[in-house]
């Protein structure tokens, strides 16, 4: 979907929280392959925190309306720059079965082709956020942004082995365990068939329990 029509530049834009609370409005600026800057020449900006999510309207009479979703890279007075940027439909498809997990697994190291380096022994971590499109565990090994992982877990009966790449990282002070956030390289095929059922029954489970906590 990106990068934006170039045509879009100068277009009328609209940045909200995920609630739906207005943040600002602008013009857009600049766009690249994954990241959208916003400018305002009138009024001097609000300022909003690093990673935060929110939507944005891009409002152009001759191309159409848009709506993206993204997180805030940089904030000023005179810009806000938005990154990982993604249509809202696409952000939408990729969280919706995403849940909360205390999952055992193990992670081995993959070269540039995906092959496994078997020569290093499996790590184990602990997977803490499971969706269709990627994970996030915490473990006390070192890894890098783009380091390439196969991820074995276990899926009722099967053991089952996914490809990812590292996106994000976060350090945690004073922790022994940091945490790396991944998205799969692949989404598709009888193991993503199986994540599908497993997360729609967990899915489904903490929504029953939350109802019953309401009671």
Known sequence: MLPLPENYLRSPCEVKA???????????????????????????????HCNTTVRISIFNSTLGFRVLVGKVYL?????IRISDVQSEADY???????????????????DDRGNVRREEPP??????????????FKSAIKLETGDRLSVRLKLYDSVVSISCKIVRKLVVERAQEDGYGCEFLQNSGPTFDLLCKYLFEC?????????ESQL
Request: aromatic fraction near 6%; glycine fraction near 4%; charge should be neutral.
């Open 18 to 48: 995920m609630d739906n609370k207005p943040i600002l409005t602008g013009y857009l600026d600049g766009t690249s392959d994954n990241e959208i800057q916003i400018v305002n020449k009138s009024d001097p900006l609000p300022v909003v």
């Open 75 to 79: 904030s000023t007075p005179v810009f």
């Open 92 to 110: 939408e498809k990729r969280n919706f079965f995403r849940v909360r997990v205390d999952l055992a697994a193990e992670v081995l190291p993959e």
């Open 123 to 136: 790590v184990p971590v602990k997977i803490r956020d499971l969706s269709l499109s990627g994970l996030y």
């Open 203 to 211: 899915q489904r489970e903490q929504i029953r329990m939350m109802k």
